[in-house]
Each structure stands twice: as structure tokens, then as C-alpha cells.
């Protein structure tokens, strides 16, 4: 009987389970046989759960043939230390066979002078090219590509473009698409490779070559970048200068990376923590502890307003006694309103959907959205607030009538302020859940003492 495949997590802790024990027991041979019998993400994988000395015995145990495409899957922290860990000559060697984008990655989060002892061993071409990608800004297209691609010549036949391939295929990203460029550099077609194989071996390249390109400038932000991959579901596209010479390409598993990234950001953004760009287990404590701790600081000052708003209004707090029951009610529900806009909203900036010259429009939906959702809460409440809490009429519609409001404000606010930060050029998932909760909880005291006040005439 066969059986069944294992799951992704399971696959993981057999492998990890397997070569611990190879490793425990030194049973080196089989532990580096086992590994050849092993995809290269896979060992990555296993070795980023083990403790680093584990780690780097396993690593040192690999063929040179597999070292480099494991090392590549590795997290950058393991990546350093492993690279830190190796003599200047092995290290070199590493380098040497990772390709450049993935090199230049790694030796960017170095310090200076151990960049300095790896570059000075490693093959000038390598050197070349990762000097090359470092020079541009980071998060642009120009510092995420690789220069290891093939390129090709208008007046090539198929014959010498397979010639060619073969000769530098290896040592390229990829080969699926070829690049054709004319004597200048400049960028004028490409070539997919399905069509080398079916084309005669002396056709010419110039006359069948695909002369509608898209490219993304060195400069490009890497989200737009990503959002580029996003619209034409391209695998790999060519990266170009000023002057439309070839520099590079971006596949797209440095796209994924991207997405990834940018969406973490986000999401810790968000969540009013300060982005860090390792691993929850791989951040220390008091990593972790400066991270969260500015923006602690920050809501818990700000959310002192909503305690100097109570005690301006004691007096009507102290005739009705009962409105302090619903002002958690009433800031929460604000608070979830403000944040279910900012969110949408966030994610349409993201993605493109939606930009600042839209904010008009996007202000008229919300409060349309905010009159439904807030009349139905109210109506839902004032029926609970009569049968359950048994309050007065009067009450309850004064608690009813500021809920409406609230809710307008607060989908107001949250749709509106990540906007006006895209604007400002300021990163819109900083305006989202903790900080508009905090400006949603001062104003619904503020609308609910000012109705009670006005209403009960206190």
C-alpha cells in the first residue's frame, strides 16, 4: 500500500528528527547522503530549527555543489552567522557561487570590516557586481535585481542563441526568458525559450523576438515593482537605466520576498510596533521590548485626554450615574469602526486601488456605509437597552443617537487619515487601528457629554 505524503510541518520535523539523530550519533556519511536525498529549501529548513552550532556542522558537512543553493534558502541571521563563522577563504567561496542580488542581501546587514575580508577574496566579477547593486537606494528595483541573466543579439540565429544559453544558462537566474539587446545595450526584445526550440536553427532572432517590453527602472519602489509582477503575472522582468540600457532582472521569488516584507511591515505598523526584520524567536527580548515600548509610550499619553474628558464632565457623570456603564461600549465600537475604514483603506493604497485624488469619493461611501451600519447598531441597541437594561426611553436614545454619530466620525476619520498620510509621503499603515482608535475614543466622549448635556440639560 502506498502512503499518503506527509504535510508540509510534518515533512519538516521528520527531516529535522532524522538528521539530528545523524548528527548526535556522528554518523557523518549517511548524514551527508541523507542530505543530498534532501531539496535544498528542505535542509534550510532543518537547519534554521536546529541550535547554530548544529547548523553550521551540517552546513560544513554539504557537497560545495549544494552549499551555496542551501545557504540561499537560509534566514539572513543564519546566513550571518554561518558566513561569520567560516574562514575568510570559504566564506569568499560562498559568495562567489550565490547569485548577486542574494550575495549583495546578505552583505549589506554585515558589518563593514568583515564585507571588507569577504569582497577582497572573492572573484572580481563578483566583487564588480555586488558594488554595482549596492550603489542603489535601498527598497528600489535596482538594489533587488540580479545581473545574471542572458542576453542575446538581433542578428543571433536560434542556433547561436541555444549556443549561448547553454554556455552562460547556468550562471543565469533564469533562462526561460532571454533578452535581446543591440550593440549599445539598450534594451529592444526578448525571447521566451519555448520559441528557440521550436524555431529552425538558422532563423533569425530579430525576426521573431517579442519588441513589446515592459521594464521597471532601477529607481522603481519595490512595492510598485511588485505591483507591476502583480498586473501582468510576469516570472522574471528586465530592469533598465535612464537611458533604457540593461542592468538586470527581478524574478520573482525576490517579488514574493517583497510582498512578504512590505505586508509584515504593515501588519507591525499596524499593530503600533515598530517593524524589525527578523523572526519573532530570532528578536530578543529586549528587542522586542524597544520595538513596542515608543508607541506604548505614545497611546498611553494620548489616551490621558479621554481621562481629563471624564473629569471635565464629573458633574453630569455624578446626576446620571448610569451613562459611565455604555462609555466603553461606545468607545469600542467607534474604535472598531475607525479601524474595519482604515484597513480597507490601507489595503487599496497598497495595492493601487485607490489614491489621495479619490478621497472625496472615498469619504461620500463611508459615510454612507457608516448611516447603515450606525442606524442598525442603534436600533439593535436601543431594543436591548429597553427590554434588558431598562432605561428610560430617553436614555437609551441619547446613548442610541451619539452611537450613530460616533460611528460617522470614526469611519470618517479612518478613511480619511491614512489618505491624507499617503499625501503627506508618509507610510498610511502608521494611521491605522492603535492611533485612530486613540483620536475615535477622545471625540465619542466629547459627542456623548455634549448630548447628554444638551439633552438632559445638565
Not at 15 to 43: P, V, W
Not at 358 to 387: Q, Y
Request: with cysteine; charged share 25%.
Amino acid at each position: 500500500m502506498a502512503m499518503e505524503p506527509l504535510e508540509n510541518e510534518e515533512l519538516e520535523e521528520e527531516n529535522l528528527r532524522i538528521l539530528t539523530e545523524l548528527l548526535e550519533s556522528k554518523q557523518y556519511t549517511k548524514l551527508r547522503q541523507t542530505c543530498l536525498d534532501l531539496q535544498e529549501a528542505d535542509i534550510a529548513a532543518v537547519m534554521g530549527e536546529m541550535e547554530d552550532e548544529d547548523s553550521l556542522k551540517i552546513f560544513r558537512i554539504l557537497p560545495k555543489s549544494m552549499a551555496a543553493d542551501v545557504f540561499a534558502n537560509l534566514e539572513l541571521d543564519d546566513q550571518q552567522y554561518i558566513i561569520s563563522s567560516l574562514s575568510d577563504k570559504e566564506a569568499s567561496s560562498i559568495i562567489d557561487n550565490l547569485m548577486a542580488d542574494d550575495a549583495t542581501d546578505l552583505l549589506e546587514e554585515m558589518p563593514a570590516n568583515v564585507v571588507k575580508k569577504i569582497l577582497a577574496n572573492a572573484r572580481p566579477d563578483t566583487r564588480a557586481d555586488i558594488n554595482h547593486l549596492l550603489r542603489y537606494p535601498e527598497d528600489s528595483a535596482g538594489s533587488i535585481m540580479t545581473v545574471e541573466y542572458v542576453d542575446l543579439k538581433e542578428d543571433m540565429t536560434v542556433a547561436d542563441a541555444i549556443a549561448r544559453i547553454k554556455k552562460i544558462g547556468l550562471d543565469s537566474e533564469t533562462c526561460n526568458i532571454c533578452y535581446v539587446l543591440d550593440k549599445a545595450r539598450i534594451l529592444v526584445g526578448t525571447v521566451a525559450l519555448r520559441y528557440l526550440l521550436i524555431k529552425e536553427p538558422d532563423d533569425v532572432i530579430g525576426d521573431f523576438m517579442n519588441e513589446n517590453v515592459i521594464s521597471i527602472g532601477t529607481m522603481t519602489d519595490q512595492e510598485e515593482t511588485a505591483r507591476v509582477f502583480q498586473k501582468y503575472d510576469f516570472t522574471a522582468m528586465p530592469v533598465v537605466d535612464n537611458e533604457n540600457r540593461m542592468v538586470g532582472i527581478i524574478t520573482i521569488d525576490d517579488v514574493m520576498d517583497i510582498m512578504e516584507e512590505e505586508a509584515t511591515e504593515d501588519i507591525e505598523k499596524m499593530a503600533a510596533i515598530v517593524p524589525s526584520d527578523k523572526t519573532y524567536f530570532k528578536t530578543t527580548v529586549l528587542e522586542t521590548y524597544k520595538n513596542r515600548m515608543p508607541w506604548l509610550l505614545l497611546l498611553m499619553i494620548s489616551a490621558t485626554f479621554t481621562g481629563a474628558i471624564i473629569t471635565s464632565y464629573q458633574k453630569a457623570l455624578q446626576a446620571y450615574v448610569v451613562l459611565t456603564a455604555y462609555i466603553p461600549m461606545l468607545m469600542d465600537t467607534g474604535g472598531n469602526a475607525g479601524s474595519q475604514a482604515s484597513v480597507s483603506i490601507i489595503r487599496g493604497l497598497s495595492l493601487g486601488e485607490i489614491d489621495f485624488s479619490d478621497i472625496f469619493r472615498t469619504l461620500w461611501k463611508e459615510i454612507r456605509v457608516a448611516g447603515l451600519c450606525g442606524v442598525t447598531l442603534a436600533c439593535v441597541n436601543f431594543v436591548k437597552l429597553l427590554l434588558i437594561d431598562r432605561l428610560t426611553p430617553s436614555l437609551a436614545a441619547i446613548i442610541c443617537l451619539t452611537l450613530v454619530i460616533v460611528v460617522l466620525i470614526a469611519k470618517t476619520i479612518g478613511c480619511s487619515l491614512p489618505l491624507l498620510a499617503a499625501k503627506a509621503k508618509l507610510d498610511p499603515a502608521v494611521m491605522a487601528s492603535p492611533l485612530i482608535t486613540t483620536i475615535v475614543d477622545a471625540l465619542a466622549l466629547l459627542t456623548y457629554f455634549q448630548i447628554a448635556s444638551h439633552l438632559l440639560n445638565l
